[in-house]
């Protein structure tokens, strides 16, 4: 997984995969979700992230429970 943020356009960028973006839908305002040809989602944007967020230049991991 990789976490982007362009603080020019302020954009908060989470991809979960390297499959090409076939899809992309706007959800909700402002939430906007990639998909794969197979319909799998492969990335989420958020738009105006400064406005969702305290921090956008912070990123906090977290890895709960044990890993299979």
């Known amino acids: 997984m ?11 960028r989470l ?3 390297n499959a090409p973006i076939e ?6 305002p ?7 040809q197979a319909g799998n989602i492969v990335g989420i944007e958020i738009l105006d992230a400064s406005k ?3 921090n956008p ?3 906090e991991y977290a890895v709960i429970g044990k890993a299979a």
């Open 2 to 12: 990789k976490v982007t943020y362009d603080a020019e356009v302020d954009v908060l």
């Open 52 to 54: 969702c967020t305290d």
């Open 15 to 17: 991809i979960f995969s």
């Open 23 to 28: 899809e992309s839908d706007e959800e909700k």
């Open 57 to 59: 230049f912070a990123v």
């Open 30 to 36: 402002g939430l906007i979700l990639d998909y794969d």
